[in-house]
């Protein structure tokens, strides 16, 4: 019996260890990003701490409306650690989103964060679905000041349904939590996903796929 409870704690102990070790909490006050620096890690170098400035720590402009006349009808204003050095380490960022009337944020995913939207103006139906195999469609319409979570990884979008302009601002779980936007991944990919593939996987001919992947 002891053996055994001497064996269960390790294996309980290592299982712990591993559970944590991809998510450390940062070693410092912060790690200001250095875009100059050739270190390959994953994430972003850091700035020496005393050439640090308050600027480092700030981003402007995100009051101002963005240009919706686009084929989807809206715009994203990021505020990553690209835009944000003093992000890095963090593990948070967010965006704006402005929609003109009808137009949408493409089903999409996110490899690396979770997000959490907010309806500044308008109205939105959102929605994400679920994982194979049951695929379930997770929709709900949103009014200004309504709030709607995304989990990390699942396909999701937003389509303004209201009559005017709609503005949303979205935090994310990570400095640098990336985009994959599913109609521009499966038909805008460089080189292309072989036709064969997309015909047999979507089940359509082969003019509709030559199609899609004229135009992404």
């Not at 055994?4 to 944590?20: D, E, K, Q, R």
């Not at 997000?115 to 939105?124: N, Q, R």
């Not at 593939?197 to 199609?211: E, M, P, R």
Request: charged letters at 10%; proline letters at 6%.
């Amino acid at each position: 019996m002891g053996t055994y409870n001497i064996i269960f704690g390790f294996l309980l102990s290592f299982s712990l260890s591993v559970a944590t070790a991809s998510d450390h909490s940062p070693l410092q006050d912060f790690c200001v990003a250095d875009p100059e620096s050739r270190v390959l890690l994953n994430g972003l170098a850091c700035k020496d701490p005393k050439t640090v400035k308050a600027n480092d720590f700030s981003f402007g402009g995100l009051h101002l409306a963005a240009n919706t006349s686009n084929p989807i009808g809206s715009s994203v204003t990021p505020v990553t650690v690209s835009q944000l050095p003093g992000l890095n380490t963090l593990g948070i960022s967010l965006v704006r989103i402005d929609y003109a009337p009808s137009g949408i944020n493409p089903p999409h995913t996110h490899p690396r964060a979770s997000e959490i939207l907010t309806i500044l103006e308008g109205c939105l139906e959102v929605g994400f679905v679920t994982s194979s195999p049951e695929n379930r469609h997770i929709t709900k319409v949103l009014q200004k000041g309504d709030v709607f979570v995304f989990p990390i990884g699942l396909v999701h979008y937003q389509r303004n349904v209201g009559t005017g302009n709609a503005v949303a601002i979205a935090a994310l779980s990570s400095q640098n939590p990336g985009v994959v936007i599913i109609s521009s991944a499966v038909f805008g990919s460089r080189p292309s996903i072989g036709s064969e593939i997309l015909v047999k996987a979507l089940q359509v001919d082969q003019g509709v796929v030559n199609y899609l992947q004229s135009i992404f």
